[in-house]
């Protein structure tokens, strides 16, 4: 069948070892993809965004203004993924490219990596492994503790922390919670009002929140002197919220008992790149290179989450999901009348929406639906119009001043 576009000129870049989910849902579509195994350098992606229509990165892949401003073909962007700081939201926005993520598809992983490192830093499991690969058989019980009536704390109460609440007090953990918003606790889970007492109170504190400025070097040298002694730390969310060498000193003068971490302030850019941390060497320390949400389960899960948000958005124009963009919910466009849909991103100011139906209405079509959303400094507006000559319409909406971006589908 015709389409506004062929389907199979729309090239659909996929970097950094997505699931083949993706690419497999991208193909059954009509849809042109490439599928690379790592991050490319900046130059190389710069060149590769000038004919790109649909993007898809993971955590690696940074996408800068200035490379957002060298992709003119750019639709849409896929972070398969939770965290979306390695996209520079505004500037995508400003050209009409709604971000794409998967906020929730991994939590049970990280969860389930989060308890198994509570019990492994109890029972001082890495260090009696690494001393039997040695040839040393330790069979002292000391400093290995059950979890059970032990207190964890965490930082942050959204989809992961909240799950490994759950799974912490099914093995018998008290769990307490600090969050800056008001959250519903799950079972016996009990919020704190503050930081500290969370952390004067907890044998195992565990970090489960985004990367802001609020959150950066949220645990330093003032409050790991708030922690109990002997007790653990562990980081599956940022690395950024950890004050590493803090951490390390801390450890080696017995303020702390261990400490697992997943994420780190500076991250190698793949295997070639020798990775370095004050933590290096130290006793009862699991370190871990970013897999939290590094699961069979959990990778096809965000491949096929994200890519039908991002079919959705090039087939329909619905952005539910979008990060940084209005979010409309759009229907299928009606099958039997073939109508053209119109999807038009603007700056929010007083009178585009008049302008768009005073033109439409020159042409000489009739519209029969309209979805529209706004945010402070940007709109986003659906128009459905009866079968008429596309070209003219859009034309005419590049020509108004306040249009950041215009497509027509049918």
């Known amino acids: 069948m015709d389409t506004s576009f062929p389907k199979d000129k729309i090239n659909v870049l996929l970097l950094e070892s997505i699931h ?38 993971r955590s690696k892949t940074s996408l800068s ?79 290995c503790h059950e979890v059970r009536g032990k207190t964890l704390g965490l930082i942050g109460y959204g989809h992961i922390g909240s799950q490994v609440s759950v799974l912490a007090e099914s093995l018998g953990l008290r769990v307490l919670y600090h969050d800056i918003i008001p959250k519903l606790p799950l079972g016996n889970a009990r919020q704190v009002r503050s930081l500290n007492e969370l952390l004067s109170q907890s044998d195992f504190v565990s970090l489960h929140v985004p990367s802001t400025p609020e959150t950066e070097n949220l645990i330093a040298t003032p409050q790991i ?31 702390l008992a261990g400490a697992a971490l997943d994420v780190f302030p500076h991250e190698p850019s793949g295997k070639d790149e020798p990775f370095r941390s004050e933590l290096l060497g130290l006793p009862n320390v699991i370190l ?26 090039v087939n329909r124009g619905s952005t539910t999901g979008s990060v940084n963009t209005p979010q409309v919910e759009l229907p299928d466009q009606p099958g039997d009348r073939r109508a053209h849909r119109i999807l038009h991103f603007h700056r929010n100011v007083p009178g585009v929406l008049s302008k768009m139906h005073g033109l439409i209405a020159t042409l000489g079509a009739n519209i029969s639906a309209e979805y529209l959303r706004t945010t402070h400094d940007l709109g986003y507006v659906v128009l459905d119009v009866d079968p008429t000559d596309a070209d003219p319409i859009l034309q005419g909406l590049r020509a108004v001043p306040e249009t950041i971006r215009v497509r027509v589908l049918w």
């Open 288 to 313: 871990t290179p970013h897999i939290g949400g590094s699961t069979a389960e959990a990778q096809q899960a965000i491949a096929e989450d994200v890519a039908r948000k991002l079919l959705t958005f």
């Open 65 to 143: 203004a200035d490379l957002l401003a060298a992709a003119p073909k750019l639709l849409c962007v896929g972070c398969f993924c939770i965290g979306t700081d390695q996209v520079d939201l505004q500037s995508a926005a400003s050209h009409g490219i709604p971000v794409f993520n998967s906020p929730f598809c991994n939590t049970r992983s990280v969860a389930e990596l989060t308890i198994a490192e509570i019990i492994a830093l109890s029972r001082q499991l890495l260090p009696k492994s690494v001393a039997m690969h040695a040839g040393a058989w330790d069979k002292s019980a000391a400093g």
């Open 20 to 57: 083949p989910a993706a690419a497999s849902a991208f193909q059954d579509d009509g849809f042109s993809v490439r599928s690379l195994p790592a991050s490319p350098s900046n130059a190389e992606l710069r060149s590769m965004l000038a004919s790109t229509h649909v993007l898809g990165i």
């Open 225 to 255: 002197q708030q922690m109990k002694k002997g007790a653990f730390l562990i980081n599956n969310a940022r690395g950024s919220c950890v004050d590493v060498p803090a951490l390390a000193e801390a450890l080696r003068s017995g303020k």
